[in-house]
């Protein structure tokens, strides 16, 4: 077993059971791509086992903190069996869920989301890419499914050396995917969708969104960013007679308009705006529309905090121009994605935007990603997403 020798002092991140070690912790030690690596203190003290990386600026991702456990095809059958069986016993009001989380379930850089009758995975670390086909078999053997999609095509896996991969790893056939959430049905395609094929994450704020929507009596509403009308569907699935979403995919959009049909719902209610976000609401402001509630789920801005302060200024903006869009009493459900942007510099960002657009707001909630996008309490960089329920005043 090959061996990396850390800095004296570096050490500190992974006793607190950080996963990650980056290239200037690393004083000597090389291994091949995806190697299984032991990691020692400066004094050779065993710290972890790991995957080694030498292209990524994370040489080390960490499999496991016991030095007594072996990294091997039984090793990612324990993980895999403990993920699924932790899904189990969620709640969850959908036959697509998060399997498997990264970091947060002791395999970092594999993501997996079940969609019905099909597996779709991501791939995206070295350690991950090196035991493929070995995660592929479990992952069929532990859910009786056929069918596993890989969709490894994001951009972190350049940084890794890693060419992107996409196409069926097992099984085969339609790409296309109908999957229930909540009271509404929605449909995706694994092949082409963002992510693994759809934002899971956003489930239970889906479902928040149609309850609050219910019950503050809201009839216009305005989703930002609409992707393929999750949001949407939930509003109308909430009562509201207008729904406007807004996207610069046209065929996001389509695919928002027969997600309407699909929930049964009257198409008059629902207008499909292939446009800017940020064009599209000053021109609203300017046309002096006012709507009851408002959805902004923008793309990451900030994907580090060298980014944040650039992100700052992006998110201000159309928190404050929603803020001037919205009746009083109205509701503004605002998100954030950005690693780069914690909790706290969000809700200080959107504070500001309401200073500038001179509203008053009060928080009715905090939401964060859906339970089966779960987060170790040593991996702060897993609290990615982030919302607030606003009701202005």
């Not at 990603?369 to 897993?382: L, N, R, V």
Request: aromatic share 8%.
């Amino acid at each position: 077993m090959k061996a990396i020798r850390l800095r004296e002092g570096k050490d500190r991140s992974l006793l607190r059971r950080h996963p990650w070690v980056f290239e200037g912790s690393i004083a000597k030690g090389k291994a091949d791509a995806g190697e299984t690596v032991r990691v020692e203190a400066a004094d050779g003290r065993f710290l972890c086992w790991a995957s080694f990386s030498p292209e990524s600026l994370i040489r080390v991702r960490a499999w496991s903190f016991d030095e007594q456990e072996r990294i091997d095809a039984a090793f990612f059958e324990r993980r895999i069996a403990a993920a699924i069986a932790l899904r189990a016993r969620m709640p969850i009001d959908s036959d697509a869920v998060r399997l498997i989380h990264g970091e947060a379930d002791g395999l970092p850089g594999l993501i997996v989301d079940r969609y019905g009758d099909t597996l779709s995975a991501q791939f995206l670390s070295a350690g991950t890419e090196r035991w493929k086909q070995t995660i592929a078999d479990q992952l069929l053997a532990q859910t009786g499914l056929t069918r596993l999609y890989e969709r490894s095509d994001a951009n972190v896996r350049t940084l890794e050396g890693l060419a992107p991969v996409t196409g069926w790893l097992r099984g085969e056939g339609p790409t296309e995917i109908v999957i229930s959430e909540n009271t509404w049905k929605l449909s995706l395609d694994v092949a082409e969708g963002h992510k693994t094929g759809y934002y899971l994450d956003q489930r239970d704020n889906r479902r928040k969104f149609a309850e609050a929507v219910r019950q503050y009596g809201c009839q216009s509403v305005l989703n930002c960013f609409s992707y393929t009308g999750g949001f949407s569907v939930a509003a109308l699935a909430g009562g509201a007679s207008e729904v406007i979403s807004v996207d610069s995919s046209g065929p996001a959009l389509e695919r928002a308009t027969a997600h309407v049909a699909l929930n049964g719902f009257d198409p008059a209610r629902h207008t499909a705006l292939d446009a800017d976000v940020n064009h599209t609401l000053r021109d609203l402001l300017r046309q002096g529309r006012r709507f009851d509630a408002i959805v902004l789920d923008p793309p990451k801005f900030a994907p580090t905090a060298a980014h944040a302060e650039r992100a700052a200024r992006a998110y201000k903006d159309i928190n404050r121009l929603g803020l001037m869009l919205l009746n009083p009493g109205g509701l503004l459900f605002t998100f954030s994605c950005s690693g780069g942007v914690g909790p706290e510099l969000f809700h200080k960002i959107v504070a500001g935007a309401g200073i500038d657009a001179g509203a008053d707001g009060l928080i009715l909630d905090r939401v964060g990603a859906t339970p089966d996008h779960p987060q170790t309490i040593y991996f702060p960089e897993g609290e990615y997403l982030k919302g607030l329920l606003i009701l202005k005043r």
